[in-house]
């Protein structure tokens, strides 16, 4: 997949932004996927990770889980690992296993 222009990433990610807290926040995550990937950046994580819907729960846990392997710096907030801690106890099991992997990994 080729990574799409900076400024259509942005607006992707804009959207994604705009959808926190709707209806429509799985829809944008979909979008930002399809298009750019699952993002790194800790801010757009938490947006992800808030969506409530598995599929995309796991691809950036397990995009962030690949990206820490490879050994490059990846930025973590306190807001980030705060969050991973509570997706830790949540109720999916396989987020919660990827979750607890990821914060071992940091």
């Not at 397990?62 to 980030?80: D, K, M, P, Q």
């Amino acid at each position: 997949m080729f990574a799409k222009p900076a400024a259509e990433q942005e607006k992707l990610a804009a959207a994604v932004r705009a959808a926190h807290g709707t209806e429509k926040l799985a829809d944008a995550c979909r979008a930002y996927r399809d298009a750019a990937g699952f993002p790194s950046q800790p801010g757009l994580v938490t947006v992800f990770l808030d969506c409530d819907e598995p599929e995309l729960m796991i691809g950036v846990l397990e995009s962030l889980l690949a990206h820490a392997a490879s050994g490059e710096a990846l930025e973590v907030t306190r807001g980030l690992r705060s969050q991973l801690r509570m997706l830790v106890d949540g109720r999916d099991s396989i987020v919660a296993g990827l979750a607890e992997d990821l914060l071992a990994a940091l």
